[in-house]
């Protein structure tokens, strides 16, 4: 489950907006909170099941500094509708057009993103990458969370 792609780098900046609406910047972890990228393939098939796992793991994360940061593969208003439909979600949902995806080589050749999960530092240096489907469970998040984070 462990995936080494850009551990040790400083992390890609970037601004995106939210589903509902506001700005997210990844600078704004910076120095007191832990964000925990999670890019989600918005347009399979148990996207919203995905989400709600997320959702537990954000929960969990909470109280060991760390912010789970959705970011989706589908337009705002996919975005959003898929947003409405996990009640209760604990993180923000971010619009991706491809770009920041790719940064950080989480987009497929064929414009879709892969399930994939990146462990921020308060310095902005990645330390810790996870691939798959099994990467974004809280279980596999608290786990490398706890390993990475002191």
Same mark, same amino acid.
């Given at each position: ?36 990228? =999670?890019? /989600? #393939?918005?347009? @399979? ?10 959702? *537990?793991?954000?929960? !969990? %994360? ?21 947003? =409405?439909? /996990? #009640?209760?979600? @604990? ?10 995806? *790719?940064?950080?080589? !989480? %987009? ?43």
């Amino acid at each position: 489950m462990g995936y080494d792609f850009g551990v040790g780098r400083e992390a890609p900046t970037f601004t995106l907006n939210a589903a509902d609406g506001s700005q997210i910047k990844l600078s704004q972890y910076r120095g007191d909170w832990f964000p925990v990228l =999670a890019f /989600v #393939p918005c347009r @399979a098939a148990g996207a919203a099941d995905a989400l709600s796992e997320l959702s *537990r793991a954000a929960t !969990a %994360l909470w109280g060991l500094r760390g912010q789970v940061v959705g970011i989706c593969d589908a337009d705002r208003d996919e975005c959003s509708a898929l947003a =409405a439909s /996990v #009640p209760g979600l @604990a993180f923000p949902l971010l619009v991706d057009d491809g770009s920041v995806a *790719r940064q950080y080589g !989480a %987009l497929r050749g064929d414009g879709a993103v892969r399930p994939m999960a990146f462990v921020v530092d308060r310095a902005g240096k990645i330390v810790w990458t996870g691939e798959g489907a099994a990467a974004l469970t809280e279980e596999a998040l608290v786990a490398a969370f706890r390993r990475v984070v002191r």
